[in-house]
């Protein structure tokens, strides 16, 4: 089969990450369009072989936009299209159909209570998501949580199914060459004690809650690393300076997750919305301790993860004292953590495809 997808931009995020790893998995040909900001994701997927097309939208209201991805979609004669993100998945599934796309997939990686995107979900928003999703044969959320909230906006049950976000567990593994490179790239010595984190430094990721938190404790030998980018790097960066702990908070921007997490020694994630968790299941992949406000993901697994400590706003730095000051453990995989490796997941996306394509058929 041949896949298009459609996403809204491709800097680095959840999404686009992911979007990255099933395609380096699936067992279908794919390409990928990107409605703007074809960023550092499209190199890497332009690097692994993937034709990558930036239609460079300027403003949501260019409708001619639409026509135009309309007739790459017939150029390419593809047979599914699958979309990721808000905006992608108006323009997308509406292209398909004008495309007369056979199957029409999207992907739900961002709703959470009546947030998507990390932005307050107004009635015009949910009146357009709803109608889009009409256009299409499936929704894919990540999580349970996700899904729920998919059914309380309205769409039907026989509509969405559950994929969890994939890990790559063999990336991810501790590296330590990748942990004494990285310290020594940021100026951190060997014996100093690292927090850390992985996200946009968007306001909803809540890095200057963690920041402000940690400021009394940081000097010489404990150090905040976030990688990441975002919004946020000019107040985050002020806010370092104004407490004092400028010397040892480190905001590197995108680079190799995997590296910087071997790095660490915790990782903690103070965000109260997050719709899968990815980021501290790739900490716990590396074999880090975590302590974390929120993690669907997590809930899901019906069994506690070894290194996993759920926190309140109250309690976030006891936690990180307490985890820091136990004795350092191998960094191994959780054996838990094992079914949500990409190999699996990305074979249960392309099922995904193959489902509502084999149904339109019989149905022919």
Known sequence: MKVLHVITGLAAGGAEVQLRLLLQHTRHDADVVALY????????????GVRV???????????????????LVRRGRYDVVHTHLF????????????????????????????????????????????AAERLGQRT?????????????????????????????????????????????????????????????????????????????????????LVVGEGEQREALTALARDRGVAPWVHL?????????????????????YETFGLAVLEALANGLPVVYRRCPALDEL???????????????RPLVDEVLGRPAQPRLLPAELRRLDVRTVAARVDDVYESPSRGRRRGR
């Open 140 to 224: 894919v959320a990540v999580s349970a949580a996700v899904r729920d909230n998919l059914l309380r906006w309205g769409v039907a049950a026989d509509r969405v199914v559950t994929v969890p976000n994939g890990l790559d567990v063999d990336a991810l593994a501790f590296d330590p060459a990748a942990r004494t490179a990285v310290r020594a790239d940021l100026g951190i010595p060997a014996d100093a004690q690292v927090v850390g984190g992985v996200g946009r430094l968007h306001p909803g990721k809540r890095f200057d809650l963690l920041l402000d938190a940690l400021a009394p404790t940081l000097g010489p030998h404990r150090h905040l």
């Open 87 to 130: 905006r992608a998945g108006l323009y997308g599934r509406l292209a398909a159909r004008l495309a007369r796309v056979p199957v029409v997939v999207a992907t739900e990686h961002s709703l959470l209570d009546d947030q998507l995107e990390g932005r307050p979900a107004t009635r015009a928003v949910r009146t357009l998501y709803l």
């Open 37 to 48: 900001n074809a960023g550092s994701v499209a190199e890497q997927l332009r690097a692994d």
């Open 53 to 71: 097309t930036d239609l460079g939208m300027r403003s949501n209201t260019q409708v001619g936009a639409v026509l135009r991805l309309a007739r």
């Open 302 to 316: 019906g069994e506690r993860v070894p290194g996993a400590h759920q926190a309140t706003d109250d309690d976030l």
């Open 252 to 272: 590197p921007g995108e680079r190799p997750v995997a590296d910087h997490l071997s790095a660490m020694d915790v990782l903690a994630s103070p965000s109260r």
